[in-house]
């Protein structure tokens, strides 16, 4: 086996947890390279704190707002297909519970 893989044989994938890109050898089964990802506040000088705290603050007031609309819209969603299942079965009688007795 060679020790470095060609080109057409590696997968490159990003690692969800630290963003990092993956080298992988899927022959070998191992990553064969690694490159990391750059942090997203490096670089930032303390004058520029304030403006970074209020992106971010902005960027989460925005995805929370975004999960109270979905939330909204599956709630209404919910309920609009409760009632109509309870239209469907309003005229069905209403089973009869299984016993144990009934098992044997």
Do not use: W
Not at 22 to 47: M, Y
Not at 59 to 74: F, N, S
């Amino acid at each position: 086996m060679p020790d470095h893989p060609e080109k057409g044989n590696v997968l490159f994938v990003t690692c969800p947890c630290c963003e990092a890109r993956l080298t992988i050898d899927p022959v070998q089964g191992a990553v064969v390279g690694s490159e990391k990802a750059g942090h997203a506040r490096a670089g930032v000088d303390l004058k520029d704190a304030q403006r970074v705290l209020e992106q971010e603050t902005a960027r989460i007031h925005e995805r929370y707002d975004q999960i109270v609309q979905a939330e909204k819209g599956r709630g209404a969603a919910l309920d609009k297909l409760f009632k109509s299942h309870m239209e469907k079965t309003k005229d069905e009688p209403a089973p009869r519970p299984l016993r144990d007795i009934d098992l044997d």
